[in-house]
């Protein structure tokens, strides 16, 4: 599933005491994670927004959702908004949580893929390696998957990511033009996608990517940035 395209779950609230903002250390597991919850989505920012971005976006919701200015019938309700902002703010302004959760949704998708099991076994075992930075090994096991099932999106895109980071743009493109083809409507690749043309200097080709999905995402303004520099890009190589 793609997750853009899924509205938000919003689990029940478990009350206060609230984690505190202004200190990255305070401890969130991942037990405690708003799982079903997009928090680039909930906290309206792109998934490029620096710190003080995300922290300013933060404080303009809090200030709405906080359960003090809640009538009493709503106010279960705005304590597990204004908690989920909070785990939000606290994941995505720590460097390494960040980058965590960025490689898990990622990765999720893969949670629902081809129901052969060897396929599955693949993918699982390249998102392993990927996870533990292993990455020529995950676009190894990726490209397994791929071969098995050449019809699956997921496979070549993992394919297409895993690549990039090992170094192989040439792999990483042909993946990623794979999986654009089989699931031209998905936000999340085409914004990968277009990083990796991009990195590969395929400038027309990336353009076109960040295109579709601020097509299919209007809401996407890391993509609207990378077109505006994409441009930019070019007309200097004019």
């Known amino acids: 599933g793609d997750r853009e395209h899924s509205p938000l779950r919003l689990p029940r609230g478990t009350g206060f005491p609230y984690v505190n903002v202004e200190d990255p250390r305070s ?59 909070t785990a939000a703010v606290n994941v995505l302004c ?23 099991a060897v ?5 699982e075992q390249g998102n392993a390696a990927f996870r533990a930075g292993a990455y020529a090994e995950a676009a190894g096991n990726f490209a397994l998957a791929a071969q098995r099932d050449p019809k699956d999106p997921r496979a070549h895109h993992h394919l297409g990511v895993a690549s990039a980071r090992a170094g192989d743009l040439r792999a990483a493109v042909k993946a990623l033009e794979a999986a654009v ?13 277009g990083k990796v043309f991009r990195q590969a ?35 200097v190589k004019a």
Request: net charge negative; glycine share 2%; hydrophobic share 35%.
């Open 94 to 116: 720590n460097e390494e949580r960040r980058q965590a959760y960025d490689r898990d949704q990622m990765m999720a998708s893969s949670a629902t893929a081809s129901s052969d």
């Open 27 to 85: 401890p969130i597991n991942s037990e405690e994670m708003f799982q079903n919850v997009d928090y680039y989505t909930l906290l309206g920012v792109g998934h490029e927004a620096s710190e003080a971005e995300i922290r300013e976006r933060f404080r303009a919701l809090a200030r709405e959702a906080h359960p003090d200015r809640a009538p009493r019938e709503q106010k279960a309700e705005a304590e597990t908004r204004f908690q989920e902002l």
């Open 119 to 123: 396929v599955q076994d693949y993918l």
């Open 201 to 235: 200097g395929l400038l027309s080709k990336a353009e076109k990517a960040f295109q579709d999905a601020v097509r299919w995402n209007p809401n996407e303004v890391d993509a609207r940035k990378a077109i505006e520099e994409i441009r930019a890009e070019r007309a």
């Open 181 to 193: 083809a089989l699931d031209s409507h998905n936000v999340t690749l085409l914004k990968d996608a």
